[in-house]
Structure formats: structure tokens, C-alpha cells
T-cell receptor
């Protein structure tokens, strides 16, 4: 079955500390992988995506993620967290070429809190 | 970057009324739009996929007669919740895409049915 697992429901880090949010997936074919961020009452903003090529991808706001096929993981990292990073983070997988990037499967999300 | 506008952002209405939510792609032609539902502290669940000019494809368990989707143009899709009831209260989010581009999401609509 296709699924996305984000093991951590809630993470609290101090401002300036490093961050890693975990994401594991189960998908039958080579997936497209995404990380989205959602602020309260808002829609989703794409942080970064992996389609192919270099397994370390850079995104917006200083985030990066590394695709590890052997571990079926796509963990999100940031070297120094800012208070404005507090939000809900969703990992998602989707089909590859096929037109519409449809049928994204989302993880349950990880809520990030940032301590001053 | 690509912008998707969703309107209204928040709506409160009485049980039994119908509510229409609009999703517009402002700077690109969206061949496909998606409608998601998000319950509190939950992830997004895909409700339906809408391709311009054709009938929407609904996910299993989603009532197509209750959640009417229209995608009449390449920049507009609408979701109408018919005869809404309190259990329909939720956060509804649309997204839009074209070609093989990632989905761009609207800011969501919070629907509260009294």
C-alpha cells in the first residue's frame, strides 16, 4: 500500500538550533517527493521537491531534504531554525510523469514549535 | 511564483444551505485542479480531481452528489457543498497544476455549519 509516515507528531526546538523532520514512504514506483509547510489557517506552501537527479535538494527558506532510496526516506533539514519556521510540515509523495502530479499522498504532518 | 486564490476564506452558514467555494489560478492555466479536505490536526485527504471541461473524478467514499465540482475554465474550479450539515464542517483546500508542475495550493476555506 502507498503511504507516507511522519513519525514525529510534534517537535520543539530552540531558535537557532538545527532541525530534522523525518519522512518515510511506501510507494510502488519511483515517487515524486515533496515537503509542504502550512501556517495556521492557511493553505500549503511548497518548500521543495525531488523528482530525480541529485538526491540532496535545496528549497526555499533555507530548507533542504535528502532522498535516500535504500531507506525510503526523505528527511527535511534546516541548520538554524527561526521563530517564523513554527508551522505544520507535511511530506507527500506522488506519481512521476503522468501529467498532473495527481493523487498526492500526504503524511499526517509534524507540528514544529520554536522556543525563543 | 504560481498563485492560487481560494474564496471565501471562511464561511459560516445554517444547516441545509449550499455553499460554493471558488478556486482560481491567477497566473497560469490549470489543466487540473484538486480538492482536499482537512480535519483538525489531520492531514489532507484528496476528495476529487477536476480536469477542465470534463467531469470530476471522485475518491472512494466521497459523495459526488453532495460535493459538486465544476471546472468550467482553465482558471476556475468550484466546489459546492449541497445541503450542508454540521459534519461537513471542515477546512477545504484546492490546488492547481499544469503540465508536470507541482501542485500549487490555495489558502483554504474554513467551513462551519451551524
Amino acid at each position: 500500500a502507498q503511504s507516507v509516515t511522519q513519525p514525529d507528531i510534534h517537535i520543539t526546538v530552540s531558535e537557532g538550533a538545527s532541525l530534522e523532520l523525518r519522512c518515510n514512504y511506501s510507494y510502488g514506483a519511483t515517487p515524486y517527493l515533496f515537503w509542504y509547510v502550512q501556517s495556521p489557517g492557511q493553505g500549503l506552501q511548497l518548500l521543495l521537491k525531488y523528482f530525480s537527479g541529485d538526491t540532496l535538494v535545496q528549497g526555499i527558506k533555507g530548507f533542504e531534504a535528502e532522498f535516500k532510496r535504500s531507506q525510503s526516506s526523505f528527511n527535511l533539514r534546516k541548520p538554524s531554525v527561526h521563530w517564523s519556521d513554527a508551522a505544520e510540515y507535511f511530506c507527500a509523495v506522488g506519481p512521476g510523469y503522468g501529467g498532473s502530479q495527481g493523487n498526492l499522498i500526504f503524511g499526517k504532518g509534524t507540528k514544529l514549535s520554536v522556543k525563543p | 511564483g504560481a498563485v492560487v486564490s481560494q474564496h471565501p476564506s471562511w464561511v459560516i452558514c445554517k444547516s441545509g444551505t449550499s455553499v460554493k467555494i471558488e478556486c482560481r489560478s491567477l497566473d497560469f492555466q490549470a489543466t487540473t485542479m484538486f480538492w482536499y479536505r482537512q480535519f483538525p490536526k489531520q492531514s489532507l485527504m484528496l476528495m476529487a480531481t477536476s480536469n477542465e471541461g470534463s467531469k470530476a473524478t471522485y475518491e472512494q467514499g466521497v459523495e459526488k452528489d453532495k460535493f459538486l465540482i465544476n471546472h468550467a475554465s482553465l482558471t476556475l474550479s468550484t466546489l459546492t457543498v449541497t445541503s450542508a450539515h454540521p459534519e461537513d464542517s471542515s477546512f477545504y483546500i484546492c490546488s492547481a497544476t499544469h503540465s508536470n508542475q507541482p501542485q500549487h495550493f490555495g489558502d483554504g476555506t474554513r467551513l462551519s455549519i451551524l
